[in-house]
């Protein structure tokens, strides 16, 4: 996040009112380069780039300190691995168990109907005694046959779930996995077009963000910005936003062009505010004040410039 100076001072002339802002130059083709999410609260710079240095796409442009999510992945990876090996055994368990039940399912088949066959000899073949051996026979065989059936059943759904639950907690832990990866890799940031690299400010000190800084997730790192569509972005005061509106002039004094003015129109104003705890407790709003008239060619990104723009006031 920039700082600027906002409001510098107000003068009257009427019922116009002068307000003086003061602005940072940068261009629209900008990559606005953020600290990345990271798990606890602040996130330490431990590599970037030099300031104003030219950059190509595809260059490294800063890297986060990733101790901590480089442990977490490596006890992670061991606790998929562990995962993976205890369901393996379970599989080959599991395999076990229900070749057991097919066994003692395809045996008591056998010997059910073999029961029935026995059962369907006439008493006057084989005798009264026989006989009702073999009708309990039939009965037993029967009994055992159902249970060889439902424990068969049985064995088959408890795999079933099993596989069901042990598929839950692997695609659990595999996205476990994937976004410790994914949080890793968002720790190094590259350019993503060629440019020049600008430090962000932080927004409680007013310094310069540097290697080694710690910062809170979304807090404004560096920007990659190309000399060209240039514009001015100033921070102001919530009390003079309703003083601002959308194509509105303004004239525009830069700190090494001072005996020269520039025209220029307000094209953005933030719908929200930020705190800039180091100005008070007072509420910030950005405005992207376009340049109109052309411009030196040596201007530099990152040069302050002077906003003057006129506001007149309603007569009651």
């Known amino acids: ?6 409001l510098l001072f107000i003068t009257f002339h009427g019922h116009t009112e002068t307000l003086y802002i003061t602005g940072e130059l940068e261009s629209k083709n900008t990559q606005v380069v953020l600290m990345p999410l990271v798990p606890s609260m602040n996130g330490k710079i431990s590599e970037m780039e030099q300031e104003g240095k030219p950059v190509k796409k595809g260059d490294l442009l800063v890297r986060i300190d990733g101790t901590t999510i480089s442990t977490q992945l490596e006890s992670q990876i061991d606790d998929l691995d562990n995962y993976l090996a205890t369901s393996k055994r379970s599989e080959i368990e599991f395999e076990i168990q229900l070749n057991n039940a097919q066994l003692a399912y395809d045996s008591a088949k056998i010997n059910f109907e073999i029961a029935q066959m026995n059962s369907k000899i006439p008493l006057e073949f084989i005798g009264e005694l ?4 073999n009708q309990l026979q039939l009965k037993n065989k029967e009994k055992s046959f159902k249970k060889a059936t439902s424990d068969l059943e049985e064995q088959i759904t408890v795999i079933e779930n099993s596989k069901k639950k042990e598929s839950l907690g692997f695609a659990h832990k595999q996205k ?25 400010t932080h927004a409680w000190t007013g310094e310069k963000v540097q290697e080694g800084d710690q910062l809170q997730t979304g807090f404004n790192i ?3 910005s190309q000399n060209n569509a240039l514009q001015i ?7 003079d936003i309703p003083k601002l509106s959308i194509d509105q002039s303004a004239t525009i004094k830069f700190d090494s062009f001072l005996d020269k003015s520039f025209q220029g129109k307000i094209i953005k ?12 407790d007072a509420l910030y709003y950005e405005a992207t004040i376009e340049i ?3 411009t030196p060619d040596n201007l530099l990104l990152g040069m302050s410039a002077q906003v003057i723009i006129k506001h007149q006031e309603n007569e009651s």
């Open 176 to 200: 476990k996995l994937d976004y410790l990866k994914e949080t890793l890799d968002d720790f190094t940031i590259y350019a993503e077009q060629d440019g020049y690299i600008i430090y962000g």
């Open 222 to 224: 560096m920007n990659v």
């Open 292 to 294: 109109v008239d052309s």
């Open 1 to 6: 996040m920039k700082i600027f100076i906002a």
């Open 269 to 280: 104003i933030s719908s929200g505010g930020s705190d800039k705890q180091i100005w008070g």
């Open 233 to 239: 972005v100033a921070s102001v005061n919530a009390i």
């Open 130 to 133: 026989q006989y009702k051996q």
